[in-house]
């Protein structure tokens, strides 16, 4: 097993990265951080065989902690700005993922981690197998440019993912709502598929409600309006989550 610990300042993308690290076999969570400050405290009392460390961060960046450590374990990097990328290989980092990243990006990472682990310790790769790469489903083939493929009809059709407003359940279909065009795409697809598949800039408000955050105009009590026409409203499950993400967002004096 290789013990890891991952560490983001934004708590939705921590728990995506949190739980992509338990969908994988040989990865441990040891611990998660929202700080490099804290990560550094982490690490003066305990030990990792891998850290998925965020770069932009306040205080102390991914980059300047990793060099910091006399003896840093192995490395990937995650971040929403490609420029830090030559940076990142620099300090001899395995991976570098590219936000907003899904399950099958950071899969690929996990596997180039274990060769690396493997490379240092042999006798570990059968405690390791390799994750097998499942051929993905119509609905669920990701493109390079950020996007889906859904099916709908019999067309299937090539869909941005920035472009996605907020996803509605609909019995056993989804309605895709885009800002491209006023009619959604009906597709027959789990509200539990499209969770998971989406980055961390969505979050599901409502049983059947799944919301662009990016796309959020005002939140008035108990629901969010996405436009002059949406309102959306916050299911009692959801609601302390969707708190806890508006918090992090919130300005005051």
């Known amino acids: 097993m290789i013990r890891c610990l991952a560490i983001d300042d934004e708590p939705l993308a921590l728990k995506q990265l949190v739980n992509y690290i338990k969908k994988v076999p040989f990865l441990e969570l040891t611990a ?6 804290e990560a550094r405290m982490f690490l003066e009392n305990d030990s990792v065989d891998a850290i998925f460390c965020d770069i932009n961060m306040p205080d102390l960046n991914g980059m300047d902690f990793v060099k910091s450590l006399a003896a840093p ?6 971040t929403a700005y490609s420029e830090y990328a030559v940076d990142g290989f ?5 991976d570098y993922l590219l936000k907003p990243f899904g399950l099958q990006e950071f899969q690929r990472a996990a596997n180039r981690l ?10 570990d790769r059968s405690e390791m197998p390799e994750i097998q790469k499942a051929a993905p489903s119509q609905e669920r083939l990701k493109g390079a440019d950020d996007s889906i493929f859904l099916k709908t009809d019999y067309r299937i059709i090539n869909v ?6 907020y996803v509605e359940a609909m019995s056993e279909y989804l309605k895709v709502w885009l800002d491209s065009q006023p ?5 027959l697809l789990s509200m539990k598929k499209m969770e998971e598949y989406l980055p961390a800039y969505f979050m599901r ?13 005002e939140v ?21 989550a969707f708190q806890s993400y508006l918090s992090t967002k919130f300005l005051s004096r």
Do not use: W
């Open 73 to 78: 374990p192995l490395i990937v990097f995650t």
């Open 32 to 37: 998660q951080c929202q700080s490099a400050v």
């Open 205 to 217: 408000i409502h049983r059947s409600y799944i919301i662009n955050l990016t796309k959020i105009q």
């Open 160 to 165: 941005s993912i920035p472009d996605i407003r």
């Open 114 to 123: 274990r060769e690396r682990a493997v490379s240092l310790h042999p006798s």
């Open 90 to 94: 620099r300090v001899n980092a395995v």
């Open 183 to 187: 009619k959604p795409i009906v597709t």
């Open 220 to 240: 008035n009590k108990n629901r969010v309006i996405m436009d002059a026409n949406t309102f959306l409203p916050i299911g009692d499950q959801y609601k302390e």
